[in-house]
């Protein structure tokens, strides 16, 4: 069982910057395509980003491209940058695996096998 555990939710004003990390509790963490996805109440959960199993290819939704980076590191933690935050940006943030890898523009949910307990992030204007 993979476990992936969040952290660095927050508030922040629009403008304003944050980072999200997720550490994960396997030994084949570099054999997943990692993701970051977000919720709010009443929508479907949405992909935001991907990478790659060795993080040499991202991907992004439209509605975060160049403003979101999202990396990963050998030490099994993913981590998601967050600049120049919208109050639409406002969700709780969930990071999940897909094990085996997946194409990265692949953002369904149903592909990702493992997902953390999310971490709220809320930026005001």
């Known amino acids: 069982q993979v476990q992936l555990v969040e952290s660095g939710g927050g508030s922040v004003q629009a403008g304003g910057s944050l980072a999200l990390s997720c550490s994960a509790s396997?030994?084949?963490?570099?054999?997943?395509?990692m993701a970051w996805f977000r919720q709010t109440p009443g929508k479907e959960r949405e992909g935001v980003a991907t990478i790659s199993t060795y993080g040499s290819r991202q991907y992004y939704a439209d509605s975060v491209k160049g403003r979101f980076i999202i990396s990963r590191d050998r030490a099994r933690t993913l981590a998601l940058e967050m600049n120049n935050l919208k109050p639409e940006d406002t969700a709780v943030y969930y990071c999940?695996?897909?094990?085996?890898?997946?194409?990265?523009?692949?953002?369904?949910?149903?592909?990702?096998?493992?997902w953390g307990q999310g971490t709220q992030v809320t930026v005001s204007s």
């Open positions: 396997t030994d084949t963490y570099g054999t997943f395509t």
């Open positions: 999940a695996a897909a094990p085996g890898g997946v194409p990265l523009h692949d953002v369904a949910t149903g592909s990702y096998s493992y």
